[in-house]
Structures are given as structure tokens and as C-alpha cells.
């Protein structure tokens, strides 16, 4: 009877210590859940919302951070990077001309009031978008199409200043507003195109015009110069000539003893002789002397003699 009640014994035993070992267990998984629920990591630039039963307790910083189990839960983070928000903004300038305005909005939560950041603003983008399509919408149309493009300086300002106060108070900082990019309709692009490339053109032209003006009076006062060398050259060649001539004359009637007009024509006989040696010897030569004869020199000297009396008579 005694192996059988042993056998009871350890049977009866059994139920309890399969109680001890699923009890052990849950308490090992809630003390890991429970641990778990304790410590909680914040990274850098962030910081982490708590709240206990709903209600808001604390914020928690970067770094290791301890929170009690099931009874604080971190609600959330909240960034404290700078972000950009782009906002594309159509409106009409003065001279009622359509324009895309984007402006780039540069913003960041103050530490100050991660409590306002958090909990004032359902959605802070549709907020900001909000401000800025009012500020634009409100500036542009006071300003013609090039006052858009030369003024993008005081839009942006204009917005900045419209978006800080009220943004402040709702925990973000509004650190800067750019205009990025003006766009307008594509006809207007065009015909702005078209029009500064008719000025260019005609800027173009004006300065065509002055370097031909230019050019031509340079030619005029070069052929003027020449003309004048060229006329110098004939008298001083004339001059020569006359000079060589009266020489000759006075040399003629020096040896000879013959009378000036004599002597006269034998130089015109010498040149018309040298002269014909001349057209002679060019082939292509078309110079004809009517009449042609030797005998001849006798009028033509008397031709240059009444010719130069006549001329003499007139200056008198």
C-alpha cells in the first residue's frame, strides 16, 4: 500500500506546481512589459509629449527618460528642426496680368512652447499656407508685372511680418519668407520676350547705324585728304614742270640764239614725239591725237599761248 500512496501524493502535487510556474511567468512578462514601458529614448532635436490619464505632464528632452508604466504614455514628438514649407500662389498683378508667386516659408518650433506647438494647432502647415495666401493675394495686386519681379524683396518681408506675430503665439518661429519663383501666364512670358527682344533690336540697329554714319565720314575725310595730297601733288608736278621748262627754254635760246617761241616749239615737238614713244609701246593704248603731224606744234603752241593771254586778261 505504500508505492500506491506515494503516487497519489505526487499526482495531487502536480496542479500546483504548473499554477507556480505559469504564475512565474506572467509576472516575468509584466515586469518586462512593465520595464518596457519605463525607459524610452528621445533623439537629438526632438522632444516627446507626456501625458498621464489624457491629461498633459511633461515634456521629455532628448536622451534616456524614464515615464510610469501604463500610467504615462508618450502622446507624441514634435520636431525642433527648421522646416520649409513651399506655398504656390496664384494671383493678379495691377495691370491684371495672372501670376504664380511661390514662396518658401522657413519655420521651426520654439522651445519656449513646444505646449502651444503641440496642442494649439490641429494642422500648422494648412495654418501657414493660410497666412501666406492672405499677405500675397493682398501685396501683388498693388503692383504692376516689373514691380513684381524688381520688388520680390518687400512680398517676402511683407509675409514675414504678417506670419511672425501670430505664428509666435501659436509656438512656431517664423525665421524667413522667399520668393522663389515668379511665373507668369505663358502669353505674357512671350510677349515680354518678344518685347525685349525688339528693343535689343532696335538698340542694335541704332548703334549699326552710327558705326555706318561713322565709317562713311572717315571715308569722306579720307578722300578729301587724298584729293587735297592728289591736287598738291598735280601743282607741285606742274610746277616742276614749268620750272624744267622755263630751265630749257633759257638754255635753248642761251646756245642757239633763237627767239623764245621757236624754242618753244621744239620743246612741244620734243614731248609730242616722247609721247607717241609712249602709246607706242602699250598695246592696249586707245589715245588718238587729231591732227597728227609734226606741223602741227606751231598751232597748238599758239593755242596755249592765246589760252594763257585770255586767262591772264580775265584776272585782270
Partial sequence: MLPFREVNLSVSTLPMSLFDSVYNIVCLVVFLCALQQTFFVVKQQTCAIIERFGKFVRVSRPG??????FIEVVKGTISLK???????????????VFVRVIIAVQYKVLESKIYEAYYTLHDPISQIKAFVFDSVRAQVPLMNLDDVFSR???IADVVRNDLKNPMTDFGYEIIKALVTDIDPDPNVKAAMNEINTAQRLRVAAAEKGEADKILKVKQAEAEAESSILHGKGVAGQRQAIIEGLSQSVDELVKHTG??????MDTVLLIQYIDALKDIGANSKSNVVFVPHSPGSMSTIAEQMRET???AEALKK
Fill in 82 to 96: 527648421i522646416h520649409q514649407l513651399d506655398v504656390d500662389v496664384e494671383t493678379k498683378t495691377k495691370d491684371n
Fill in 64 to 69: 534616456l527618460n524614464i515615464k510610469i508604466p
Fill in 258 to 263: 633763237s627767239n623764245p617761241a621757236s624754242v
Fill in 308 to 310: 594763257i593771254f585770255s
Fill in 152 to 154: 520680390k524683396d518687400d
